[in-house]
């Protein structure tokens, strides 16, 4: 039984510990180092080989490294192949962690601070309690469940939205189309944590920014491409919005060019809101490996209709 590891370089060491102490019955393999490809089993990866079903022929099941499963194309991948995400106690951490990093940056107006700062400006500018600041974090799945319960014990007036009904103790739950305009009203500060699909591609625009209340911030730790670049630069031009935090982009790096190199406004990180770690996604893993050879459900499998 052969796994093959094709992510992280430094973590597969990691990873290959873990498998050789916990697991000795399934061969870990680190790409390059493919050996017989025929052997190859399971396949876990963040971004995997092209012409996958004729590189490895003998696949039973590709597990993400990752929460998303975009980069995947799940479409073009047999239907009978299982997709599974990668459910790891911290990427949930992380992703809290940061949404609350980002969400009291804008709200305590940390940029212009550092704006003020450089400046040597000493201005105080009005405190404005979190009761008052509504916080709306688009996509209500386990990630933005837990981001927004998080928000929540802060004292922000925090709602959620999703496509089908959820319920999140202590968060306004809307869905559906038809409530999204009383969700986007409702956001002073909006989150996305959406999974990319050709749905949700290009959701945060023009269209989406105006139905904001006048001067939100909009942070984006979903993928890049949810954002369209240039009406985001558009809205802090005229005062949609008022700043943002993008951990992701439709390019990452952007080109040296792109102007949110640049802008003030915007807080960039190069996708570090969370990030899998061997030791906690180990557990996860094995769990579904183990079920799988029982013959039992997976957790977290990606449902290749909805591509989540
Ligand atoms: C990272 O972006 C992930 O999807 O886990």
Redesign the pocket.
């Known amino acids: 039984m052969v796994l093959l590891y094709k992510s992280d370089p430094e973590r597969g060491a990691r990873w290959k510990e873990l498998f050789a102490q916990h697991a000795p019955d399934i061969e870990f393999r680190q790409w390059p180092e493919v050996g017989d490809p025929n052997e190859i089993r399971y396949l876990l990866a963040w971004l995997p080989p092209e012409n996958l079903m004729q590189r490895l022929p003998s696949l039973e099941v590709l597990f993400?490294?990752?929460?998303?499963?975009d980069q995947f194309d799940v479409a073009s991948l047999p239907a009978e192949l299982p997709v599974v995400r990668?459910l790891d106690p911290a990427?949930e951490s992380g992703m809290i962690e940061y949404a609350t990093f980002a969400t009291l940056w804008l709200h305590r107006r940390m940029g212009d601070y550092v704006r003020q700062q450089r400046e040597r400006r000493w201005q105080a500018h009005m405190l404005v309690p979190a009761v008052h600041r509504s916080v709306g974090v688009l996509g209500l799945g386990q990630l933005g469940s837990a981001i927004a319960t998080h928000l929540a014990a802060y004292g922000f007036a925090v709602s959620g939205w999703a496509r089908s009904p959820r319920q999140v103790p202590g968060v306004a739950c809307h869905h559906g189309e038809e409530a999204l305009d009383s969700f986007l009203s409702l956001s002073d500060i909006l989150i996305c944590v959406l999974p990319l699909t050709d749905a949700t591609r290009g959701v945060l625009n023009k269209a989406l920014f105006e139905r904001l209340p006048e001067g939100a911030g909009l942070i984006n730790i979903g993928?890049g491409e949810h954002l369209v670049d240039h009406d985001l630069t558009q809205a802090l031009e005229d005062g949609y919005l008022s700043a943002a935090v993008l951990d992701?982009l439709s390019e990452e790096p952007p080109a040296d060019d792109h102007p949110f190199w640049r802008d003030e406004r915007i807080l960039l990180t190069p996708?570090v809101?969370?990030?899998?770690q061997p030791d906690s996604a180990f557990p996860v893993l094995l769990d579904n490996l183990r079920r799988y050879q029982r013959g039992e459900p997976m957790i977290g499998r990606v449902d290749g209709k909805r591509g989540y």
Do not use: E, K, L
């Open positions: 993400a490294t990752s929460a998303g499963v990668m990427i993928r992701v996708h809101a969370a990030m899998t």
